[in-house]
C-alpha cells in the first residue's frame, strides 16, 4: 500500500481520541474557551451527562465572522500570537478542540463580537454548513450533540450518564474554583446543580463548591517567595475526608493533577491528622511562565514544575504556617486515631509478631502426624533440583545466637526457605512471604511519614497493556505515586515507569505493572490502593529482589531477620499464613526419640 495523506476530517479524528475522549473533556475545552475569551459569565447546560448534548454559553469577546471558518481549523489559535509556547497564559494554544469537537460529534457555533451581528454555523461530524446570521448578545454559543452518535467503535466507552455527569460536574467545579471572578450557573437534565455569583470570595467559593461546613473551618493560606506565591483554603486537621480527592491544585489559573500536592499536604498535616484521613484543600500557586511547562499533556491537565522539589517546599511551608497560626483551634481536639497508631507502635515488635502457639506446622508432632510441614508451599519445591547449601556467616553476624530471637541464617533450602540457628531451636523462614509481610508494613511507615522512597530507574522503562489496562493504571497514578511507583500514560495502550518503591530492589518493572493492573481490575474504582495495601505490597513483594526462587546471600538471610525481628506482625504473611516456623529443640529431640 502506498503512502497517502490522511483527508482533514480523519485527521481531525484522530486528534479528538486525544482531546475530546468524552463529554467531560468536550466540556472543559469549552468552558476553557470561555474563560480565554474574558467570559464574566458562563452558563453550562447538560443533557444525560452530556452523551446527549452540551452547550456553554458565554459573555466574552466573541468569534469575528471572517475568523469562523479559521475557529474550526486545526491548529488555528488566536492565542498565540509570536510562536512563544512557553510564555503562553491562556488556557487553551492548541487550536485544536473545536475542530476536534466538530469531527465526532454535532457541533453549532454561535457568536457575535459587541458592535457587530451575530452569526451562527454547524460543524456535523466534519462538515462544515454555511454561515447565516442569528439574533444573540454579545458573546459566543457553543452547543454539542450527539458526541461519538456516528463512532460507535468509541461509543461504547463512553459510560452511563451518571458517571459522565460526575465527570462533568468535576470539571466544572475545578475551573469554577479556578475563578471565583467569574458567575457560573451549571445544569443538568434541567435541574440548576450551581449558581455560582461573579466576584466571590475566594474562601466562599470553595466553600461552595467543596463543602459550605469548610466556610466555618478553614485556615487561609498566603506565601510569597522568590517571585512565586502560594495562596488558597485549606481545612483545619479537624475537619477531614476518607479520600484525598478534595485537595485541589491550581498553576497559574489552570486545574491540574500534580501527585507534588498529595505529597506535600501529607508532610504538612503529618502530625496533626490520622494518616487513612484527609485535609480539604483548593491551593493557587502563581508561577512565572518560565518555571513551569504546561505543554506535556493533550488535556493540559499536567504541568511540569522547573525546580518541584522548590514548589513542594512552598506548599508544606505554606500550610504548616497557616496551621500554627490556627494552632489554638487544633490543639484542643486530641486525635484518637494518633493516640491509637502510638499505642500500637509502642508494642514491643517482636512480642507482637510471635506466631500463634495453635498453627500446625509449629510443633514437629503435628508436622509429622501427617500434616506437611509446609503446607501449599510444598509445591514450591518441584521444579528445583535439591539446592539446600550452608555458607559460613560472615564475621559481623558471629554474635551468639541468643542476641536474635529469630537465629544467626546458616543457609537455604530450595531457594525459598531460610535455615537459621536460634538460641533454642531451628527457624524456617518463607523468604517471600517473610518479604511480602515487611514491604508492607514498610510502606505503612512510610505512607505514615509522606510517601514512599523511590528509585529512578535509569532508563525509564515502557510496558504495553491493553487500553482498559492503561485506563486503569493511569487512573491510579497519583496513588501509585504516592507507593514509590513513578507512572505515566504513554500513548493508548503503553505506560512509561520512571521510578520505583527503592525498598523493593526491584528487577522485574514490567511483571510488576501487569500484575498491578490486574490488582486494579479485581478492586474497582471505589477502593483505595492504600485500603488494599495488603495487595498492593503482596504484588510489589512479588517482583522485589527476595522473591521464592532466588539465590540469597547470608548477610542477605541476616538482614531479613534482624529486619523482621524488629517489625511489628511480621509472623504472618499478608495471608495470614505464618512466615516462619520454629522446631524447639525439644521438638527435634522428640523426633528422634530421645526424650
Ligand atoms: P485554542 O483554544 O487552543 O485556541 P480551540 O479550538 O479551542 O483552540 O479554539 C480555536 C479558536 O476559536 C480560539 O483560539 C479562539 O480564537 C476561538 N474561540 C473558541 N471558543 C471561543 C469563545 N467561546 N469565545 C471567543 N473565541 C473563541
Ligand atoms: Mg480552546
Not at 468536550?26 to 452547550?55: M, P
Not at 497560626?325 to 486515631?337: F, I, K, P, Q, Y
Amino acid at each position: 500500500m502506498s503512502i497517502r495523506r490522511l483527508p482533514e476530517t480523519l485527521v481531525n479524528r484522530i486528534a479528538a481520541g486525544e482531546v475530546v475522549e468524552r463529554p467531560a473533556s468536550a466540556l472543559k475545552e469549552l468552558i476553557e474557551n470561555a474563560l480565554d475569551a474574558g467570559a464574566r459569565s458562563i452558563a453550562v447546560t447538560l443533557r444525560q451527562g452530556g452523551l446527549e448534548g452540551i452547550a456553554v454559553t458565554d459573555d466574552g469577546h466573541g468569534i469575528a465572522r471572517d475568523e469562523i471558518a479559521l475557529a474550526l481549523e486545526r491548529h488555528a489559535t488566536s492565542k498565540l500570537p509570536d510562536e512563544a509556547i512557553e510564555q503562553v497564559r491562556t488556557l487553551g494554544f492548541r487550536g485544536e478542540a473545536l475542530p476536534s469537537i466538530g469531527s465526532v460529534a454535532r457541533l453549532t457555533l454561535a457568536s457575535r463580537q459587541a458592535g457587530g451581528d451575530g452569526w451562527r454555523l454547524v460543524c456535523d461530524n466534519g462538515v462544515i454548513g454555511p454561515i447565516e446570521p442569528a439574533a444573540m448578545p454579545p458573546g459566543t454559543r457553543v452547543e454539542v450533540d450527539g458526541l461519538f452518535e456516528r463512532i460507535p467503535a468509541r461509543r461504547k466507552f463512553l459510560r452511563s450518564p451518571r458517571s459522565e455527569y460526575a465527570a462533568c460536574l468535576d470539571i466544572v467545579r475545578r475551573l469554577a474554583m479556578a475563578r471565583q471572578d467569574v458567575a457560573f450557573v451549571f445544569e443538568h437534565d434541567g435541574r440548576r446543580v450551581l449558581s455560582l455569583p461573579g466576584g466571590q470570595e475566594r474562601e466562599d467559593r470553595v466553600a461552595q463548591l467543596i463543602d459550605r461546613e469548610l466556610a466555618d473551618n478553614h485556615v487561609i493560606i498566603a506565601l510569597e517567595r522568590e517571585g512565586v506565591s502560594l495562596a488558597g483554603v485549606a481545612s483545619l486537621p479537624t475537619f477531614h475526608r476518607g479520600s484525598a480527592d478534595h485537595q485541589y491544585l491550581f498553576v497559574n489559573g489552570r486545574p491540574v493533577r500534580d501527585r507534588l500536592l498529595v505529597g506535600a499536604v501529607r508532610g504538612a498535616y503529618a502530625d496533626f491528622i490520622a494518616r487513612d484521613r484527609h485535609p480539604v484543600m483548593a491551593l493557587f500557586l502563581s508561577v512565572p511562565v518560565e518555571e513551569v511547562d504546561v505543554n506535556v499533556h493533550p488535556a493540559k491537565t499536567e504541568v511540569r514544575f522547573r525546580d518541584p522539589a522548590f514548589m513542594r517546599g512552598m506548599i508544606v511551608s505554606g500550610l504548616r504556617r497557616a496551621l500554627d497560626e490556627a494552632g489554638m483551634r487544633v490543639a484542643n481536639r486530641a486525635d484518637a486515631s494518633s493516640t491509637e497508631l502510638w499505642q500500637r507502635e509502642a508494642i514491643p515488635a517482636f512480642e507482637a509478631a510471635s506466631p500463634q502457639p495453635d498453627w500446625p506446622a509449629r510443633s514437629a508432632g503435628g508436622a509429622y502426624g501427617g500434616v506437611p510441614l509446609f503446607g501449599d508451599r510444598q509445591a514450591r519445591f518441584s521444579g528445583f533440583a535439591p539446592s539446600g547449601r550452608a555458607e559460613p556467616a560472615p564475621v559481623h553476624v558471629a554474635a551468639e545466637p541468643r542476641e536474635f530471637p529469630l537465629g544467626i541464617a546458616r543457609g537455604q533450602v530450595a531457594r525459598t526457605y531460610i535455615v537459621a540457628e536460634a538460641d533454642d531451636g531451628l527457624i524456617l523462614v518463607d523468604q517471600h512471604a517473610a518479604h511480602e509481610r515487611l514491604v508492607l508494613e514498610r510502606m505503612r511507615r512510610a505512607l505514615a511519614d509522606g510517601a514512599v522512597a523511590r528509585q529512578a530507574l535509569l532508563l525509564p522503562e515502557v510496558v504495553e497493556l491493553d487500553e482498559p489496562a492503561c485506563d486503569r493504571i493511569e487512573g491510579r497514578i497519583v496513588e501509585l505515586a504516592e507507593l514509590g511507583l513513578e507512572i505515566e500514560r504513554f500513548g493508548p495502550s503503553a505506560m512509561l515507569v520512571r521510578a520505583a518503591p527503592a525498598m523493593l530492589g526491584l528487577s522485574d518493572v514490567t511483571g510488576l505493572v501487569r500484575d498491578l493492573a490486574d490488582d486494579l481490575a479485581a478492586l474497582g474504582d471505589a477502593t483505595s490502593l492504600k485500603g488494599r495495601l495488603d495487595l498492593v505490597a503482596a504484588t510489589m513483594a512479588c517482583h522485589g529482589s527476595v522473591r521464592a526462587g532466588r539465590v540469597l546471600s547470608v548477610t542477605e538471610m541476616n538482614a531479613l531477620l534482624r529486619e523482621m525481628e524488629v517489625t511489628p506482625h511480621s509472623g504472618q504473611c499478608n495471608h495470614g499464613r505464618p512466615t516462619w516456623i520454629k522446631l524447639a529443640h525439644g521438638d527435634i529431640e522428640k523426633l528422634f526419640g530421645r526424650h
